[in-house]
């Protein structure tokens, strides 16, 4: 198909594909006027389409209006096994139920490149931009909004969404410059969100996937995974929207219990256990070998493919100019390289001429990816992990050690650490400033303080620190700094709050001596 036909953009409906149905033919009226895409050998300043004011009719659905729009195209999407050789014939389609190659690594998802770049760069850049903020199913999530590069051949009627994405990219004015002495510092906080953190972006990708197999009668009778929190919230949350049954491994006692709440809030069936999140995983991979129950685990590459729209957007945000450094918490490790494909393909189909570099931060007390790297990428060793606030990332054995690798290694990146007293006064510093973070964005601040005292990132260094979970879900630890009953920790910027008897005199005398230690002229 060239791409020089008349097609019509998302900004005129939910794909840029050429239509089997002639808008003249069409028993709707159309939203937009048709534009011409343009291919990489045409005009990259074709003019964006004009919104023309219409409302589906009003016993409609925007899931049934979207069932109206027939449309066809030749992008496509498969599992290979994870940097395999590229003379390698092995792959998968997205259909078959199955998280490792043949010899036992990892897969990933392999979109078909040729097909995708029959569209120039400055096409793909305008259909994004034209459906930020839209209500067309299912194209006003952050995720499903970059269909074509996430899931191409899914029906849009087995997309399970809540129009995730489109998170703040929020400049961090007072805390770059008061802090850090940087006047160009962002905080992507991708916890703003349906269930609170980022893991939202690839669940909605993963579930919507199950979705469809369900319904081709595939042997899935629920989805499982292990959790340290966040990721379970996000499962329970798009199975309970899809009414498709969720079962979550929980370690006991290692999560906050408003994480531990989410799951069990959307009906979860929930098995809290005696181990830790590599104790969990373990066994729900044996689980998951056994019986009918979908891996939901970033093991599943699947999810990978939503998170990596994060990249895009920050690039969307910055009117597609590239940051110079994007720091990402880890753990796991699949967030890392999400973000590394996302920024790749960005490039590779001609959105930017450049990647960001990429610093992986991580708590010291779960840090084999940081000890990795300190010993220049010999052989990988798993550690014990510790007990650590920044919970999510408290993770020995991460699944996707040799994705994070790749990326680091292909984006000139950085590894960092926090000590527990690191993280959370960075945490309060960055609240004092208006935020309201978790602990693991504590830990990728703290790798960016270290990074700017030992002058590898510039003060004028445009630097995007990724915020993976809302700070509400971490309050106790928040109640806890505050008061000082943190063991064996400062806590040197907490701010408890001050007992003062019923009386004028004695609330007067306390503001008194607080509004002078803010100014002395008072």
């Avoid at 925007?62 to 030749?74: L, P, T």
């Avoid at 980022?198 to 989805?223: A, E, Y």
């Avoid at 510039?458 to 630097?463: E, G, I, K, L, V």
């Amino acid at each position: 198909m060239a791409a020089s036909c008349m097609l019509r953009s998302s900004f005129l409906s939910p794909n840029p594909h050429l239509h089997q149905q002639s808008p003249a033919k069409s028993n709707r009226a159309s939203f937009f006027t048709p534009i011409k895409a343009t291919s990489s050998s045409d005009d990259a300043n074709s003019k964006s389409p004009q919104l023309q004011k219409h409302r589906r009719p009003a016993d409609e659905n925007i899931r049934e209006e979207a069932r109206r729009d027939i449309s066809s195209h030749n992008f496509s999407a498969r599992y290979v096994p994870f940097n395999a050789d590229p003379n390698s014939s092995e792959w998968y389609p997205l259909d078959e139920i199955i998280y490792r190659s043949r010899s036992g690594g990892l897969l990933d998802v392999q979109h078909d490149m040729d097909a995708l770049k029959k569209f120039d760069g400055q096409y793909w850049r305008s259909l994004f931009d034209s459906r930020v903020g839209k209500t067309t199913w299912p194209y006003g999530s952050g995720v499903w909004s970059k269909k074509e590069w996430v899931l191409p051949e899914i029906d849009s009627d087995d997309i399970v969404s809540a129009f995730e994405g489109n998170s703040n990219l929020f400049w961090a004015e007072r805390y770059g410059k008061q802090f850090l002495g940087m006047n160009d510092l962002w905080v992507k906080h991708c916890g703003i969100s349906h269930t609170g953190s980022f893991k939202d972006l690839g669940m909605t990708v993963l579930v919507s996937q199950v979705n469809r197999l369900r319904k081709m009668h595939k042997p899935v009778v629920g989805v499982g995974c292990a959790s340290t929190g966040d990721t379970s919230a996000a499962l329970s949350a798009y199975c309970a929207s899809a009414g498709i049954p969720s079962i979550v491994f929980l370690p006991a006692n290692k999560i906050s219990m408003a994480q531990l709440v989410q799951p069990i809030a959307n009906g979860a069936f929930v098995l809290s256990i005696d181990t830790d999140f590599d104790g969990c995983m373990q066994l729900i991979r044996e689980v998951t070998a056994e019986l009918p129950i979908y891996l939901a685990n970033s093991l599943n590459s699947l999810r990978l493919e939503g998170q990596k729209t994060a990249a895009i957007e920050i690039l969307q945000q910055f009117e597609w100019e590239v940051p110079d450094w994007v720091i990402v918490p880890g753990g796991n490790l699949g967030n890392i390289y999400a973000f590394y494909k996302g920024f790749h393909m960005c490039k590779e189909l001609g959105l930017v001429d450049r990647i960001p570099r990429l610093v992986c931060a991580q708590a010291a007390n779960a840090n084999p990816l940081y000890v990795h790297y300190k010993s220049g990428w010999k052989d990988f060793k798993p550690v014990k992990a510790n007990t650590t606030f920044a919970s999510a990332i408290q993770i020995g054995d991460p699944v996707s050690i040799d994705r994070a690798v790749f990326a680091l290694k292909k984006s000139n990146g950085i590894v960092e650490e926090a000590t527990e007293e690191e993280l959370m006064d960075a945490m309060a510093q960055a609240d004092s400033t208006g935020m309201f973070i978790c602990p693991h964005t504590g830990v990728a601040l703290t790798a960016l303080s270290k990074l700017r005292k030992a002058g590898v990132i510039a003060p004028t260094d445009r630097t995007v620190v990724v915020s993976t979970a809302h700070g509400l879900k971490f309050t106790q630890s928040k109640v806890d700094y505050h008061s000082k009953e943190i063991k064996n920790m400062e806590c040197r910027f907490a701010n408890p709050p001050v007992q003062v008897k019923a009386d004028f005199g004695s609330v007067m005398d306390v503001l008194k001596k607080y509004l002078l230690s803010k100014n002395s002229k008072f």
